[in-house]
């Protein structure tokens, strides 16, 4: 019977290993024809003429996902606070689920709600700086919305795991419900919201079709937030239909660095875990 | 009300849902002086313990009536909780340090009432700290995790934690427990020196240990005090039967 879920655990190693595999096989060649400076810190992106600098891609993830996870962040954590530590049973039983929904209705479907409200509503506010309604902003804006419920779904239980001693111990000193809440359960429940975090940027990152729906996806340098930006995710999905040669394996190498990161956000998770836990 | 009282307790009865679990409670509790509350578990002792700093009102179906006064205040009245809790501190069973510094912790309550100024700050800290005896062996640490310290220690530590919010009185539900004897001592030879600033109501399991420390010894059984009076005579010439049946150990 063992062997069963030996070989159940085998097949995501595997998938793993074989991805790894593809990518590097096929991104790392691409990469050394280019060069690697000129791959990633090239900052033209022009198929057509053999020109192949990701550096605007990388820009305009970084910008989207930070720009994602400085405005989803915030009203995750209260969320999960409320959830955790204010909400009344009643409500709980409303709120709860339409969070848990959010997770499950299909990227595609926000990028609808993007191009529908969103894009019409930044392009107003932003018409003063002569700002577009694909832009930076609006991705980042639909990110945040999307990697709510992931957040919340870590964070809250996390928050919920903290002994109840803390609280008491600071109600006990006299603090008001919120203050032993937040500085007394919150501390404590740091590595939790941390991983949170982390789980959120991972999801914003890899964002592929809501953020092509909403991002305007021009591959050059954005001069700010309310212009268009191609993400790395956006770069491969865009073109890899009809890219042949160096431009189909300049965009497997597009997938590498982007695994890159993605790995390199999972380390630093796991690091700083382990020295909470010293 | 006796001005050398610290609470004065009258008819006082608590339920949880349906269960009546502390009984037509009278009691006075004086104030500069150790009082142990003694019984078996489930006696009551801890949840009368608790309804003095109204940690009760966390409990859902808890309902008190009756009158409970501190200096004359109803406690259960038109008071601030947080300000009730300031002026009596606690200590629980298991430490609890929360997981911040050693200075962090000692600092949380002062910090919640409003003290900003550091060097301020700075003396309440330390002053507590010397006043729960554990001064000498974290001020290289300060900035340290509370959590690095051993169980006796993080008592301590909570210990001035409390007497940091500068209360009048002190609740200890079986502060020591969760330790070993040496911590237990130094807990001890800790509260009969508090003694003299504060009021501490002591929830102990251990005979010995109320009979070392405590003024005054109250008798918990099934929800009612079967006997309160000074320790001494509690313990040598018990005026109730049942009350000498549990201190020499035929139940309980």
Redesign the interface.
Known sequence: MEIVFLLAACMSIASVALICIFLFANGLPAMKEIGLDNFLLGRMWKPGADIYGIFPMIVGSVYVTGLALAMGVPVAILTAVYLAFFCPQKAYRVVKPAIELMAGIPSVVYGFFGIAVLVPLVRTISESVNGRGNSIFTAALLLAVMILPTVIGVIEPALRAVPRSYYEGALALGATHERSVFFAVMPAAKSGILAGIVLGLGRAMGETMAVIMVAGNQARMPKGVFQGIRTLTGNIVIEMGYATGLHREALIATGVVLFAFILIINMALTLIQRGEHR | MNSSNAFEVRGMNLHYGSFHALKNIHLDIPKNQITALIGPSGCGKSTFLRSL?R?ND?VEGCRIDGDIRMDGEDIYGKIDV??????V??V?Q?P?????SIYDNVA??PR??GVKNKPQLDALVEKSLKDAAIWDEVKDRLKKSALGLSGGQQQRL?IA??LA?QPEVILMDEPTSALDPISTSHIEELALTLKDQYTIIIVTHNMQQAARISDRTVFFLLGEVIESGETEQIFSSPRDKRTEDYITGRFG
């Open positions: 700093n940690m966390l947080n300000h009730l809790r300031k002026r501190g606690m629980f298991k609890n340090p929360f997981p911040m949380y309550g919640t009432h909570c934690r409390a919010a």
